[in-house]
C-alpha cells in the first residue's frame, strides 16, 4: 500500500478511506487540486505501480461548472455560452458607459473600475442568494444613489446577456438549483475549506447525497514571531531564514507567505536569488516556486509588442520610445548608433515629453549616416505607415492578422534565441491574441486606438506564471498558502492594519444588507472571522510557524497583528538574521582605490573634431573628469522636458531683441534723443521682431496667449534695462554677436561675442548678457568658474576697458564686471580690492595676464588629459548629469563608513 502520509506539502492519509470509496476531493483553489493530485501520483511511483487510476479532484467551482454541463447534456437548462471574467468586465464596461451617456447625475473618472466592482457585486449577491427582484431588497438598494444606479447597471447587464446567449458562471451554477433533482448525485469531500458560499452550499446540498470533511492530521508546532524595522529587513531576513533552513534539510518543505505579493515579490526575489546565488550565471536555478507570476503586459517580450502596436497611433512617448529601441525583441539594423543617439538628442532638445509619430518618422528619414540618409527606424515607421488595415475598423478577431503583419514588420521577438521563459512568454501572448479575437461575442467593430486598449487590458488581467520543476520552497499569497503543509513557514506582513484587514464593503450594495448577511469583507467582525481561520490553518499545517510584521510602513508606525499575541517572540534584528551577502556588505571594510585619472592625450585628428568654445574650458574648469566626459566621449545628458518656453529659448529670445534694438540705435547718443515712448516703441519693434524669427524645430508653435505674456515679459524688462543703459556715459556699438577666434596651446576656440561697446577714448568694454545672476567670484582663483569673459578678454586685440556682464533680470538690472574704467555703474576698478587674497595681482592689466596664464594652463590639462574627479564646488555637481559615470557620490559614502 502506496504511503500518501510522507508526500511533500500535503498528507493525504487522512482523506485515502475516502478516496478508495469512491469520493470525489473538492478543493478551495486549483493550487491545492494539483498538489493533492502530485502526491498521489508521487505515491503510486514510489509504490512501484506502473498503471493507476488518477484521483479525483478538482476545485468546487470547477466541479459545480462540470455538473452544470451535465445539466445543459441532459437539456435541464438553457445551452449558453458561458462568458469569462474579460467579456463580462468587457460587457459590464459597455453597460457603465451606455449609462453614463443616458443620465446627466453623474460622470465616472474610472469607468473601468465601475464596471469590475459592478461585476463582483453581482456575483457576490448571486453568490450570497439575494434576489434583487424582491420587492423589499429592491427598495433597500433605492434608498442609496450608488447601488440604486447598479440596478439600472445590473438590468442593462442581463438584457445583453440574453441577447447574446450568454451566461456567466455564477449564472450557470445558481441554475443548478432549479435541475438538481433530476442530475446523479454525488458523493464529495471538501478539503480545507472554511469558507463556501450560501450558493455553493446549497448546490453541494441538493446534488450531493453524502459530504465528508475530512481534516489533516498535523499538530500544531511552535509558533514565533518577529518585529522589523521596515519591509526591506523583514523580507531579507525571511529570505535568508529560507536558505539556512534549505541547507539544514534539504528535503524540508518550506513556505514564504507574502500577502502583498504585487508590491513584495521583486524585493523578496532578489533577495532570494541573492542567498542561493542566482543573480548571474545562475539566474535560471533559483530553487523556489512562486506561486503569483507577472501582469504580462508588464513582461519585457510582451510589453515592447504592445508598445511597437502603440506606433500606429498618433504619439509616443520619449522614455517609451528609448525603451523600445532599446529592445533585444525587435530587429533594428542601427540600434546604438551614432545616427540614432543624434535623433534622440535632437528630440530631447525640443523639450517635448512626446513626439508625433509622423514628425519621428520624417526625422529618422533625413538623418545622415555616413554617405546616405535614413535609419531603418525611419524605414520601418514608413512602412507601418503604409499599411492601410492600421486605419480599418473591424471586429477583433479581424485585428489578428494586422497585428502580426505590424509585430513581423519589426522582427518581433528579434533574431536573438529565446530562452525557456521567453518562449512561455510567446506562448502564452498567442494565448491572450486567442481569447482577445473571443470578444466578437461581446464587442462591436473597434478602431486601431480600441482595440490596442482592450488587448492592453486583456494583457493585464492574464498574469504570466512560467512552467518550472517543483521546489521545496514555495512563496504564496494568504489564499494560495492555505491547506498545503509545511515543515516550516514564514508568514510576512502580520502587522495589525493588515490582518484583519479592514472592513471594506462593496459601495454598489447596500452596507445594511452586507452587514445582515456577512458578505466579504463587510465588517470588522467578518473579516477577523476570515483571518482568524486562515491563521488556523497555516497553525494546524505547519510544524514550525513563523510570522513577522514591519514596525514601519510608507513612513508610518505599525503594531503586529491580535493573532500573534499566543506566539512566542523573539528578535527580530539580530545578526543572526542577516543572510550571508548583507552580512559582508555591512562588515565590508577594506576597498582597493584604483587611480584613473588620466584619459589620452587629445590627438590631432581629434582637436580637429572638437568644438564647443569657451565650454570646453568651462568644463575643465568645474570638473577635469566633466571636460573630458562631455567634450571628448560626448556624454552629454539630456535635456529635461518642459512646458512652454524653455529657460534657454527666453534667453535666446532676449538676446535676440537685444542684437536688434542696439542695430537700431548703435550708440547712447541715439538711446538719448529718444523720449519715453519713442524708446517703448523701438523696444516693443525689437520684441516683436525677436518673436517672430524664433523657431522651435520640431515643436508646436507657442500660443497666442503664451506669445502675448512672453511679449509683455520682454517689453517690461527691457524698459528696465535701457533706463539703466541711458545712465552711462558716452558710448558707440563696435560690434554685435562677433566671431572671435582664439588658440591656447593646441586647443582652438572660437567665440562669439554678445556686444563691444567702443568708448571715447577708443578702449573697448566687452558685454555678456545674462538672464540670471551672476558673480565675479566666478572669474577668480586658479579655476575660474565662468572663463567665458575672460576668454574674450585675452583674445582682444585692441585696448580694454573692462569686462562685464549685463544682468538682465526683473527689478535686478545691473552691470556686474571689472575694468581700467567705470564704463558703465557696477563695474569695479579697485582690482586689489576686487580680488582679496585668491589672486596676488596689482592692477588690470596683471589681472588679465594672469587670466591667461590660468586658461592656458586649463587648456594644456584638457589636451594633456587631465579627467580627475575634481570638483571645483559642491554646486558643480547639481546640474551635471553625469554622477552615474563618475560616482562620486557614491565614493564620498564609502570614504565616510566608519
Same mark, same amino acid.
Given at each position: 500500500?502506496?504511503?500518501?502520509?510522507?508526500?511533500?506539502?500535503?498528507?493525504?492519509?487522512?482523506?485515502?478511506?475516502?478516496?478508495?470509496?469512491?469520493?470525489?476531493?473538492?478543493?478551495?483553489?486549483?493550487?491545492?487540486?494539483?498538489?493533492?493530485?502530485?502526491?498521489?501520483?508521487?505515491?503510486?511511483?514510489?509504490?512501484?505501480?506502473?498503471?493507476?487510476?488518477?484521483?479525483?479532484?478538482?476545485?468546487?467551482?470547477?466541479?459545480?461548472?462540470?455538473?452544470?454541463?451535465?445539466?445543459?447534456?441532459?437539456?435541464?437548462?438553457?445551452?449558453?455560452? /458561458?462568458?469569462?471574467?474579460?467579456?463580462?468586465?468587457?460587457? %459590464?464596461?459597455?453597460?457603465?458607459?451606455?449609462?453614463?451617456?443616458?443620465?446627466?447625475?453623474?460622470?465616472?473618472?474610472?469607468?473601468?473600475?465601475?464596471?469590475?466592482?459592478?461585476?463582483?457585486?453581482?456575483?457576490?449577491?448571486?453568490? %450570497?442568494?439575494?434576489?434583487?427582484?424582491?420587492?423589499? /431588497?429592491?427598495?433597500?438598494?433605492?434608498?442609496?444613489?450608488?447601488?440604486?444606479?447598479?440596478?439600472?447597471?445590473?438590468?442593462?447587464?442581463?438584457?445583453?446577456?440574453?441577447?447574446?446567449?450568454?451566461?456567466?458562471?455564477?449564472?450557470? /451554477?445558481?441554475?443548478?438549483?432549479?435541475?438538481?433533482?433530476?442530475?446523479?448525485?454525488?458523493?464529495?469531500?471538501?478539503?480545507?475549506?472554511?469558507?463556501?458560499?450560501?450558493?455553493?452550499?446549497?448546490?453541494?446540498?441538493?446534488?450531493?447525497?453524502?459530504?465528508?470533511?475530512?481534516?489533516?492530521?498535523?499538530? +500544531?508546532?511552535?509558533?514565533?514571531?518577529?518585529?522589523?524595522?521596515?519591509?526591506?529587513?523583514?523580507?531579507?531576513?525571511?529570505?535568508?531564514?529560507?536558505?539556512?533552513?534549505?541547507?539544514?534539510?534539504?528535503?524540508? $518543505?518550506?513556505?514564504?507567505?507574502?500577502?502583498?505579493?504585487?508590491?513584495?515579490?521583486?524585493?523578496?526575489?532578489?533577495?532570494?536569488?541573492?542567498?542561493?546565488?542566482?543573480?548571474?550565471?545562475?539566474?535560471?536555478?533559483?530553487?523556489?516556486?512562486?506561486?503569483?507570476?507577472?501582469?504580462?503586459?508588464?513582461?519585457?517580450?510582451?510589453?515592447?509588442?504592445?508598445?511597437?502596436?502603440?506606433?500606429?497611433?498618433?504619439?509616443?512617448?520619449?522614455?517609451?520610445? /528609448?525603451?523600445?529601441?532599446?529592445?533585444?525583441?525587435?530587429?533594428?539594423?542601427?540600434?546604438?548608433?551614432?545616427?540614432?543617439?543624434?535623433?534622440?538628442?535632437?528630440?530631447?532638445?525640443?523639450?517635448?515629453?512626446?513626439?508625433?509619430?509622423?514628425?519621428?518618422?520624417?526625422?529618422?528619414?533625413?538623418?545622415?549616416?555616413?554617405?546616405?540618409?535614413?535609419?531603418?527606424?525611419?524605414?520601418?515607421?514608413?512602412?507601418?505607415?503604409?499599411?492601410?488595415?492600421?486605419?480599418?475598423?473591424?471586429?477583433?478577431?479581424?485585428?489578428? +492578422?494586422?497585428?502580426?503583419?505590424?509585430?513581423?514588420?519589426?522582427?518581433?521577438?528579434?533574431?536573438?534565441?529565446?530562452?525557456?521563459?521567453?518562449?512561455?512568454?510567446?506562448?502564452? %501572448?498567442?494565448?491572450?491574441?486567442?481569447?482577445?479575437?473571443?470578444?466578437?461575442?461581446?464587442?462591436?467593430?473597434?478602431?486601431?486606438?480600441?482595440?490596442?486598449?482592450?488587448?492592453?487590458?486583456?494583457?493585464?488581467?492574464?498574469?504570466?506564471?512560467?512552467?518550472?520543476?517543483?521546489?521545496?520552497?514555495?512563496?504564496?499569497?494568504?489564499?494560495?498558502?492555505?491547506?498545503?503543509?509545511?515543515?516550516?513557514?514564514?508568514?510576512?506582513?502580520?502587522?495589525?492594519?493588515?490582518?484583519?484587514?479592514?472592513?471594506?464593503?462593496?459601495?454598489?450594495?447596500?452596507?445594511?444588507?452586507?452587514? *445582515?448577511?456577512?458578505? +466579504?469583507?463587510?465588517? +470588522?467582525?467578518?473579516?477577523?472571522?476570515?483571518?482568524?481561520?486562515?491563521?488556523?490553518?497555516?497553525?494546524?499545517?505547519?510544524?514550525?510557524?513563523?510570522?513577522?510584521?514591519?514596525?514601519?510602513?510608507?513612513?508610518?508606525?505599525?503594531?503586529?497583528?491580535?493573532?500573534?499575541?499566543?506566539?512566542?517572540?523573539?528578535?527580530?534584528?539580530?545578526?543572526?538574521?542577516?543572510?550571508?551577502?548583507?552580512?559582508?556588505?555591512?562588515?565590508?571594510?577594506?576597498?582597493?582605490?584604483?587611480?584613473?585619472?588620466?584619459?589620452?592625450?587629445?590627438?590631432?585628428?581629434?582637436?580637429?573634431?572638437?568644438?564647443?568654445?569657451?565650454?570646453?574650458?568651462?568644463?575643465?574648469?568645474?570638473?577635469?573628469?566633466?571636460?573630458?566626459?562631455?567634450?571628448?566621449?560626448?556624454?552629454?545628458?539630456?535635456?529635461?522636458?518642459?512646458?512652454?518656453?524653455?529657460?534657454?529659448?527666453?534667453?535666446?529670445?532676449?538676446?535676440?531683441?537685444?542684437?536688434?534694438?542696439?542695430?537700431?540705435?548703435?550708440?547712447?547718443?541715439?538711446?538719448?534723443?529718444?523720449?519715453?515712448?519713442?524708446?517703448?516703441?523701438?523696444?516693443?519693434?525689437?520684441?516683436?521682431?525677436?518673436?517672430?524669427?524664433?523657431?522651435?524645430?520640431?515643436?508646436?508653435?507657442?500660443?497666442?496667449?503664451?506669445?502675448?505674456?512672453?511679449?509683455?515679459?520682454?517689453?517690461?524688462?527691457?524698459?528696465?534695462?535701457?533706463?539703466?543703459?541711458?545712465?552711462?556715459?558716452?558710448?558707440?556699438?563696435?560690434?554685435?554677436?562677433?566671431?572671435?577666434?582664439?588658440?591656447?596651446? *593646441?586647443?582652438?576656440? $572660437?567665440?562669439?561675442?554678445?556686444?563691444?561697446?567702443?568708448?571715447?577714448?577708443?578702449?573697448?568694454?566687452?558685454?555678456?548678457?545674462?538672464?540670471?545672476?551672476?558673480?565675479?567670484?566666478?572669474?577668480?582663483?586658479?579655476?575660474?568658474?565662468?572663463?567665458?569673459?575672460?576668454?574674450?578678454?585675452?583674445?582682444? $586685440?585692441?585696448?580694454?576697458?573692462?569686462?562685464?556682464?549685463?544682468?538682465?533680470?526683473?527689478?535686478?538690472?545691473?552691470?556686474?564686471?571689472?575694468?581700467?574704467?567705470?564704463?558703465?555703474?557696477?563695474?569695479?576698478?579697485?582690482?586689489?580690492?576686487?580680488?582679496?587674497?585668491?589672486?596676488?595681482?596689482?592692477?588690470?592689466?596683471?589681472?588679465?595676464?594672469?587670466?591667461?596664464?590660468?586658461? $592656458?594652463?586649463?587648456?594644456?590639462?584638457?589636451?594633456?588629459?587631465?579627467?580627475?574627479?575634481?570638483?571645483?564646488?559642491?554646486?558643480?555637481?547639481?546640474?551635471?548629469?553625469? *554622477?552615474?559615470?563618475?560616482?562620486?557620490?557614491?565614493?564620498?559614502?564609502?570614504?565616510?563608513?566608519?
Amino acid at each position: 500500500m502506496p504511503d500518501y502520509s510522507t508526500q511533500k506539502l500535503y498528507d493525504l492519509e487522512p482523506a485515502m478511506p475516502l478516496v478508495l470509496a469512491g469520493y470525489t476531493l473538492l478543493t478551495p483553489n486549483l493550487r491545492l487540486a494539483r498538489r493533492i493530485k502530485t502526491v498521489w501520483d508521487q505515491a503510486r511511483v514510489n509504490a512501484g505501480d506502473q498503471v493507476w487510476q488518477p484521483i479525483r479532484v478538482m476545485p468546487l467551482e470547477l466541479w459545480l461548472e462540470q455538473q452544470w454541463q451535465r445539466a445543459v447534456i441532459m437539456e435541464l437548462v438553457p445551452a449558453n455560452v /458561458i462568458v469569462s471574467t474579460g467579456h463580462a468586465l468587457e460587457l %459590464w464596461y459597455q453597460v457603465v458607459i451606455e449609462q453614463e451617456n443616458r443620465s446627466n447625475s453623474y460622470n465616472l473618472l474610472q469607468p473601468g473600475i465601475a464596471a469590475s466592482m459592478a461585476n463582483k457585486a453581482r456575483e457576490t449577491l448571486l453568490g %450570497w442568494q439575494v434576489n434583487t427582484e424582491d420587492s423589499v /431588497i429592491r427598495q433597500e438598494f433605492e434608498l442609496a444613489t450608488d447601488s440604486a444606479t447598479y440596478l439600472k447597471w445590473q438590468a442593462l447587464f442581463e438584457q445583453r446577456l440574453a441577447e447574446k446567449a450568454l451566461t456567466t458562471r455564477v449564472d450557470a /451554477i445558481s441554475q443548478l438549483l432549479t435541475c438538481a433533482p433530476l442530475l446523479p448525485k454525488s458523493r464529495v469531500a471538501l478539503m480545507d475549506f472554511d469558507d463556501i458560499s450560501p450558493l455553493f452550499q446549497s448546490c453541494l446540498d441538493v446534488l450531493c447525497d453524502d459530504i465528508k470533511r475530512p481534516q489533516q492530521r498535523l499538530e +500544531p508546532g511552535r509558533r514565533t514571531a518577529r518585529a522589523f524595522v521596515d519591509k526591506r529587513s523583514e523580507l531579507l531576513a525571511a529570505a535568508h531564514w529560507a536558505k539556512s533552513e534549505s541547507d539544514r534539510d534539504p528535503a524540508a $518543505t518550506i513556505g514564504i507567505i507574502v500577502p502583498d505579493m504585487a508590491a513584495d515579490r521583486p524585493v523578496l526575489e532578489y533577495f532570494l536569488r541573492q542567498e542561493f546565488d542566482c543573480l548571474g550565471e545562475n539566474y535560471q536555478s533559483l530553487p523556489v516556486n512562486f506561486s503569483a507570476g507577472m501582469p504580462l503586459d508588464k513582461v519585457p517580450l510582451v510589453r515592447d509588442a504592445l508598445q511597437l502596436l502603440s506606433l500606429g497611433l498618433g504619439r509616443i512617448a520619449l522614455h517609451e520610445l /528609448i525603451a523600445l529601441l532599446q529592445s533585444r525583441f525587435l530587429i533594428l539594423a542601427d540600434a546604438g548608433t551614432p545616427g540614432l543617439v543624434e535623433l534622440i538628442t535632437e528630440l530631447f532638445d525640443d523639450g517635448l515629453e512626446t513626439v508625433a509619430v509622423a514628425e519621428l518618422r520624417h526625422r529618422a528619414s533625413q538623418i545622415k549616416v555616413g554617405e546616405s540618409t535614413g535609419l531603418s527606424l525611419g524605414r520601418h515607421l514608413v512602412s507601418m505607415a503604409r499599411m492601410q488595415g492600421l486605419n480599418k475598423v473591424v471586429l477583433p478577431s479581424a485585428w489578428i +492578422p494586422i497585428i502580426d503583419d505590424v509585430l513581423a514588420l519589426w522582427g518581433w521577438p528579434g533574431s536573438g534565441p529565446l530562452d525557456s521563459l521567453e518562449y512561455q512568454q510567446v506562448e502564452t %501572448w498567442f494565448d491572450v491574441l486567442d481569447e482577445f479575437s473571443g470578444y466578437d461575442t461581446v464587442c462591436d467593430a473597434l478602431s486601431l486606438e480600441s482595440a490596442l486598449l482592450l488587448l492592453g487590458t486583456c494583457c493585464s488581467r492574464h498574469v504570466f506564471q512560467p512552467q518550472s520543476a517543483d521546489s521545496s520552497i514555495q512563496v504564496l499569497g494568504a489564499l494560495e498558502g492555505a491547506g498545503l503543509a509545511f515543515d516550516h513557514l514564514w508568514i510576512c506582513g502580520m502587522q495589525s492594519s493588515q490582518w484583519p484587514a479592514a472592513a471594506s464593503p462593496n459601495p454598489l450594495i447596500p452596507v445594511h444588507l452586507q452587514r *445582515q448577511l456577512q458578505m +466579504p469583507h463587510a465588517t +470588522p467582525e467578518r473579516q477577523w472571522s476570515f483571518a482568524s481561520a486562515l491563521m488556523r490553518q497555516y497553525t494546524r499545517n505547519a510544524k514550525l510557524l513563523n510570522a513577522s510584521y514591519s514596525q514601519l510602513v510608507d513612513g508610518a508606525p505599525e503594531l503586529g497583528s491580535t493573532l500573534l499575541e499566543p506566539f512566542d517572540w523573539i528578535d527580530g534584528e539580530n545578526e543572526e538574521q542577516r543572510g550571508p551577502a548583507s552580512r559582508h556588505q555591512l562588515h565590508m571594510r577594506g576597498l582597493e582605490f584604483v587611480e584613473d585619472n588620466q584619459a589620452p592625450t587629445v590627438c590631432a585628428e581629434e582637436l580637429t573634431a572638437l568644438a564647443g568654445g569657451s565650454a570646453v574650458l568651462e568644463d575643465q574648469s568645474s570638473c577635469p573628469f566633466r571636460g573630458f566626459a562631455m567634450r571628448r566621449l560626448k556624454a552629454v545628458p539630456l535635456n529635461r522636458f518642459g512646458v512652454g518656453l524653455s529657460a534657454a529659448e527666453r534667453g535666446s529670445l532676449l538676446h535676440n531683441a537685444l542684437y536688434i534694438l542696439w542695430g537700431t540705435l548703435e550708440g547712447s547718443e541715439a538711446l538719448t534723443a529718444l523720449d519715453d515712448n519713442e524708446l517703448a516703441e523701438h523696444i516693443e519693434a525689437a520684441v516683436l521682431s525677436a518673436l517672430r524669427s524664433s523657431t522651435s524645430r520640431g515643436r508646436p508653435p507657442i500660443s497666442v496667449a503664451s506669445r502675448n505674456l512672453e511679449r509683455q515679459r520682454l517689453i517690461s524688462l527691457l524698459g528696465e534695462w535701457m533706463a539703466l543703459e541711458r545712465r552711462r556715459s558716452e558710448f558707440v556699438i563696435h560690434a554685435r554677436e562677433e566671431t572671435i577666434q582664439l588658440s591656447l596651446e *593646441q586647443l582652438k576656440i $572660437t567665440l562669439r561675442v554678445d556686444r563691444i561697446d567702443r568708448l571715447p577714448d577708443g578702449s573697448l568694454l566687452v558685454i555678456d548678457y545674462k538672464s540670471g545672476r551672476c558673480k565675479l567670484r566666478d572669474w577668480l582663483g586658479q579655476r575660474p568658474a565662468r572663463p567665458q569673459l575672460l576668454l574674450y578678454g585675452i583674445a582682444a $586685440t585692441q585696448p580694454l576697458a573692462g569686462l562685464t556682464y549685463a544682468q538682465v533680470r526683473k527689478r535686478d538690472c545691473q552691470f556686474i564686471g571689472a575694468g581700467k574704467v567705470e564704463a558703465a555703474p557696477g563695474i569695479a576698478t579697485d582690482i586689489p580690492k576686487l580680488v582679496g587674497d585668491s589672486m596676488h595681482v596689482e592692477d588690470w592689466d596683471s589681472l588679465t595676464a594672469l587670466w591667461r596664464e590660468h586658461l $592656458t594652463r586649463l587648456a594644456s590639462e584638457f589636451i594633456a588629459g587631465n579627467a580627475r574627479v575634481d570638483p571645483l564646488t559642491p554646486d558643480s555637481c547639481t546640474y551635471c548629469g553625469l *554622477q552615474a559615470l563618475c560616482r562620486t557620490g557614491d565614493v564620498a559614502l564609502v570614504e565616510a563608513a566608519p
